[in-house]
C-alpha cells in the first residue's frame, strides 16, 4: 500500500472509535491509498475480514495481497449489493473517508487542482460520462447558479453562471487554464480561495457526492450488526450537515421524525461523538490538508 498515495487522517481515533474485534467484518468505503485499511488489518485476526471500495481505478495497485481482503472496484452507494454478493449479511463497523485523495490532486490530467492546467474533468470513476466541462457547456444559468450556491457556498454564484454562459457561447471552456481565465474578472476576494470553492461544488456535481453519502448512510444502518459502529470523515460543512443529522435524528432533516401520535420514531443510531474529532496540532503540521477534517462516529444500537 502506497502511503504517500494518500496521508491518512485522524488515522488513530478512527481505529480507537471503530472499536475493532479480531474476527470481525469491516468495510473501508473509499479505499484510497490503503492507510486506514492497513491499520484495520493490524489489528484483525485470521478470520477476520475487510471489504474495501473504490471506484478509482488507480486504488487497485494498492491493495494488498492479503486473502481477508476483499475488493469491490465500485461506488460505496452499492454498499449492501457488494456484501451480499460476497455472502456478507452484517458487518461490525464502517469507515468512510469523504476527502479526495492527495493522488487524485496531484495528477494533473484528473482535473481535480487549480494548480495545473489539465482538462475539466474531475470525474472519480473514469469510466462515468459527464465530466466537469460537460457540466458548463451544458447546464443552464440556473442549474449552474445553484450548483456554485448550494455546493461551493459561492458568494456571487449567480453572477459566475452569467459569465459561464456567456462565455462559452463564443469560446469553449474545455481546460482549467481557459475556465480561470474565463471567469476571473468576477472572482470575489482570494482567487485561490475562490477557485478551491467554484471546483469543489463542479467535483460535488460531477461525482454526485452528497446523493452517494445519502446512499451509504441508509444501507448502513441495514448491514451493521447490532453494536458496530460508523466513523465518516468529511471535508466540508455539506457533508457534516448530512452525517450530523443522519446519526443524530435518523434522516437528513434538523429534526426526528414523528408517527401520526406525535411520537418521535426510534432512531437506531447512537451517537458516539457529541462534537466531531478534528486534527490535533500536531496532525496539521504533518498533514496540513486535514485541516478541514471532521470525524463523526455512531453505533447501531442493541433491540430493546
Do not use: W
Request: glycine letters at 6%.
Amino acid at each position: 500500500m502506497q502511503q504517500a498515495y494518500h496521508v491518512p487522517v485522524l488515522l488513530k481515533e478512527v481505529i480507537d472509535g471503530l472499536k475493532i474485534i479480531p474476527s470481525g467484518t469491516y468495510v473501508d468505503c473509499t479505499f484510497g491509498g490503503g492507510g486506514h485499511s492497513k491499520k484495520i488489518l493490524e489489528k484483525l485476526n485470521e478470520t477476520g475480514k475487510l471489504v474495501v471500495f473504490d471506484q478509482d481505478e488507480d486504488a487497485r495497485k494498492n491493495v494488498p495481497d492479503d486473502e481477508r481482503v476483499i475488493f469491490v472496484p465500485h461506488n460505496f452507494r452499492h454498499l449492501q449489493r457488494f456484501l451480499r454478493f460476497h455472502k456478507i449479511d452484517k458487518v461490525n463497523g464502517i469507515l468512510a473517508d469523504l476527502g479526495v485523495s492527495s493522488h487524485q490532486f496531484n495528477e494533473a490530467e484528473r482535473g481535480f487542482s487549480t494548480r495545473f492546467d489539465a482538462a475539466l474533468d474531475m470525474r472519480m470513476n473514469q469510466s462515468e460520462k459527464m465530466t466537469a466541462a460537460d457540466v458548463l457547456k451544458n447546464f443552464s444559468e440556473e442549474k449552474l447558479h445553484k450548483i456554485f450556491e448550494k455546493y461551493g457556498e459561492v458568494t456571487n454564484s449567480k453572477t459566475l453562471a452569467k459569465t459561464i454562459v456567456e462565455f462559452r457561447k463564443t469560446q469553449p471552456l474545455k481546460t482549467i487554464n481557459q475556465f480561470k481565465n474565463s471567469v476571473y474578472p468576477v472572482v470575489k476576494g482570494n482567487p485561490e480561495k475562490y477557485f478551491a470553492q467554484v471546483f469543489q461544488a463542479l467535483r460535488i456535481e460531477v461525482n454526485d457526492e452528497l446523493n452517494v453519502l445519502k446512499e451509504m448512510l441508509l444501507q448502513s444502518v441495514e448491514v451493521l450488526d447490532e453494536g458496530g459502529r460508523i466513523a465518516v470523515i468529511t471535508f466540508h460543512s455539506l457533508e457534516d450537515r448530512i452525517v450530523k443529522n443522519f446519526f443524530k435524528n435518523g434522516n437528513f432533516e434538523d429534526e426526528q421524525e414523528q408517527d401520526l401520535f406525535g411520537n418521535k420514531t426510534k432512531n437506531q443510531l447512537k451517537v458516539i461523538t457529541k462534537k466531531p474529532i478534528v486534527p490535533s496540532a500536531e496532525e496539521l503540521k504533518l498533514n496540513p490538508r486535514s485541516r478541514s477534517s471532521k470525524l463523526r462516529i455512531a453505533e447501531k444500537v442493541l433491540r430493546s
